[in-house]
């Protein structure tokens, strides 16, 4: 059962747009989200992260928003770049007990910037 | 010049060969862990290390092995009882960030390939 679900496997939008990536969860114990950024045969990169004491974290062009009655978080990229061309990834993590730091990734979501 | 090092970047085995993945990092991050990456899919969890001399399963443990011997490396054997072990592996190292969760930093990954 997939706790951290993206259900858009792919997102196609035009230089200089807004894109908005979406992000489901189901467990409630989740304290801590992140965004990862996936370029082909490379390892994840850190984007951006936010707290559940929060609803919005902004960092230059890239703004977390969370809904935690809906269970949901999103990315929104603006303006949108063709270098911003990835596979995006979501991640949750409950900062308790024996698993204190291990993240739940979603499946990705593959990001087409055009030009 | 700190990070996460991955050896070597492509790997190519014989069916019923055990191979082992380096990890290695200077971080200082006391958490370590491996993941692997299947077309289409998210992260999935092998195993994890919080400390030194201690690791856990994660959720496909099974045909896998690691040693935490010392702070800086976490290798990965893939053994022969790994029904399918071609894949794109992901060594991750982690520690607590400005927002008070857990953020880990990915190594470039070794993509294995089983002939």
């Known amino acids: 059962d997939q706790q951290v679900k993206q259900n858009s496997p792919s997102l196609s939008v035009q230089e200089g747009r807004i894109s908005i990536l979406n992000c489901d969860y189901t467990?409630?114990?989740?304290?801590?989200f992140l965004w990862y950024k996936k370029y082909p045969a490379e390892g994840p990169t850190f984007l951006i992260s936010?707290?559940?004491?929060?609803d919005k974290n902004e960092d230059g062009r890239f703004t977390v928003f969370l809904n935690k009655s809906a269970k949901h978080l999103s990315l929104h990229i603006v303006p949108s770049q063709p270098g911003d061309s990835a596979v995006y990834f979501c991640?949750?993590?409950?900062?308790?007990?024996?698993?204190?730091?291990?993240?739940?990734f979603g499946k990705g979501t593959k990001l087409s910037v055009k030009p | 010049d700190g990070g996460i090092t991955q050896s070597p970047k492509y790997l190519f085995r014989k069916e019923g060969q055990n191979v082992t993945l380096s990890c290695e990092q200077n971080?200082?991050?006391?958490?370590m862990y491996w993941y692997r990456q299947d077309p289409g899919q998210g992260l999935r969890l092998i195993y994890y290390?919080?400390?030194?001399?201690?690791?856990q399963k994660g959720d496909i443990a099974e045909g896998y092995s690691v040693s935490r011997e010392k702070k800086e490396s976490f290798p990965l054997t893939v053994t022969s009882a790994q029904k399918n072990p071609t894949a794109f592996y992901l060594c991750?190292?982690?520690?607590?960030?400005?927002?008070?969760?857990?953020?880990?930093?990915f190594g470039p990954g070794t993509r294995l390939t089983v002939l």
């Open positions: 991750a190292s982690s520690k607590r960030g400005l927002a008070g969760g857990y953020e880990q930093f």
């Open positions: 467990n409630s114990m989740f304290d801590y």
């Open positions: 936010i707290s559940s004491i929060k």
């Open positions: 991640a949750a993590s409950a900062n308790y007990g024996g698993s204190q730091g291990n993240l739940i």
């Open positions: 971080l200082n991050h006391d958490a």
């Open positions: 290390s919080q400390i030194v001399n201690d690791f």
